[in-house]
């Protein structure tokens, strides 16, 4: 080995689990088995920082033979785990992601927001001026096709793209829904396209023909449902005021009874006081028979009644934790739980996820607002921040290119060195918006938990 070579602390953490080592290389998202002799070795770059011959020589004589040691450090270099002397001595102390420029844009997602309204007044929806459907502000067909068409040129590369429908209420503009799914079916078999579509909504206006439409078109649903009854009428009541669980169980139930095209899954928000996800799974997973369920624990709500306090929050992991070793039994047995927030990170470690942006939002995924303009996702319909464009005049892909390029430059902040950051990447926009009224700053108020969060899903990959 050469006389010198220092450790890049930021590419490589390692996990227990039972009598095992797995290190995980943060740069490429990917999971080994340490034996003796590469754990002693990690070891000994993690202690000292900058190893010579002579400290190998002193930690390892007799214990390793030098062929082992000599195969190892290579194996590191190679990961850039750690680095070797010379003039190129620190060429790869930086993080694995150099500045990106971002010159296309393949869509393969639009989101209608096909109407403002809605018929519930929940307490912690983001949504500002809540008000009634007749009240809401509708997107038009025109609006819509528009839309379609941006998605199809924007996303011309793209053997399928994704419709989705959201509100307010999306239910309460069936014909929008009907009207754009007809002509995305017609545009996309013109162009040879498949074309998926998807809705999340509260199902109290779920009917029989409203079953069978969304059947027959094969929609991706979601239901916003929070648990319980006690739990769920906290927070989702009807304008009036009153809860909504009895009528989004009854619905939620026929729609499971009668829907066959895709799996139905329940979207839960947690809020102050809410923390027991294990019965809330329990219920929405085996009493009313969803096929998975997410959570989504609100910190950063414009109403700070409504977020969990940093106690709750922890109390709300380490449940979560429980229920991902209950995902774990399953998964062992042959059996999946539903646990999505589990099962898209079993996903995202089992892919090797690595990611320079947070998410798809103005890359891959747009959001349309009644009025036909673009943004970053649909949580920012309805917002003071900035629109990227329209659907008449297309994206301004060179604002938009300067707020993801700025995103994606994670110099100067935490994430730059975080082990999590290929993961995580600074996290939600909306998130940093609400919690600190700026889009471009990471999500730093949850980073611990995070890196909990990914190291017990380690844990659990690896078993």
């Known amino acids: 080995m050469t006389s010198g070579l220092k450790f890049i602390a930021h590419n490589a953490h390692d996990v227990t689990v039972g009598d095992q080592r797995i290190l995980f290389h943060i740069p490429t998202t990917s999971l080994f088995d340490l034996d003796g002799v590469s754990g002693d070795v990690l070891d000994l770059f993690k202690e000292l920082g900058e190893v010579s011959r ?56 639009i989101i209608l927001n096909v109407n403002t309204g809605c018929n519930l007044g929940c307490t912690y929806c983001y949504k500002e001026d809540l008000t009634t459907p007749a009240k809401g502000e509708l997107m038009g067909l025109d609006t819509a096709k528009k839309s379609i068409d941006l998605l199809l040129k924007e996303g011309a590369s793209r053997d399928r793209v994704n419709v989705v429908f959201f509100g307010g209420e999306p239910l309460s503009n069936m014909p929008l829904i009907k009207g754009a799914v007809a002509y995305a079916e017609e545009r996309c078999a013109a162009l040879g396209k498949k074309v998926d579509f998807s809705l999340t909504t509260n199902a109290t206006l779920l009917t029989e023909d409203i079953i069978d439409y969304l059947n027959a078109h094969k929609f991706g649903i979601a239901i916003s449902m929070d648990g319980p009854k006690a739990v769920h009428d906290k927070n989702r009541k009807t304008i009036g005021g009153k809860g909504t669980y009895d009528v989004v169980a009854k619905k939620a139930r026929m729609l499971l009874d009668r829907y066959s ?125 900035d629109t990227y464009g329209s659907v008449d005049t297309g994206i301004k892909k060179k604002e938009l290119g300067a707020f993801l390029e700025g995103r994606a430059d994670r110099e100067g902040t935490w994430c730059d060195t975080c082990r999590i950051r290929n993961l995580c990447s600074g996290g939600c926009y909306h998130e940093s918006y609400a919690t600190y009224d700026d889009i471009n700053k990471p999500t730093y108020h949850y980073c611990d938990l995070m890196r909990d969060w990914i190291d017990f899903g380690i844990r659990v990959y690896s078993e």
């Open 54 to 109: 002579a400290d190998v020589e002193a930690r390892f004589e007799g214990r390793h033979s030098p062929d082992d040691i000599l195969a190892v450090v290579e194996d590191f270099l190679e990961m850039d785990i750690i680095t070797g002397d010379g003039p190129d001595f620190d060429k790869n102390l930086r993080p694995d992601f150099p500045p990106v420029k971002i010159e296309n844009y393949p869509l393969s997602t």
């Open 261 to 385: 095209a895709r799996p139905v899954g329940a979207r839960v928000t947690l809020t102050a006081g809410v923390t027991d996800v294990e019965a809330i799974h329990a219920h929405l997973k085996y009493d009313l028979g969803f096929a998975e369920v997410g959570f989504a624990p609100v910190t950063s709500g414009d109403i700070s009644l409504f977020n969990l306090s940093n106690t709750e929050l922890h109390e709300v992991f380490e449940n979560m934790k429980s229920l991902g070793l209950a995902y774990r039994d399953a998964a062992l047995r042959g059996e999946n739980t539903g646990f999505s927030n589990m099962h898209q990170l079993m996903t995202d470690l089992y892919e090797g996820t690595k990611k320079a942006l947070p998410c798809g939002a103005g890359i891959g995924l747009l959001a349309v607002d009644h009025a036909g303009d673009l943004n970053l996702c649909h949580r920012f319909t309805g917002s003071d921040i």
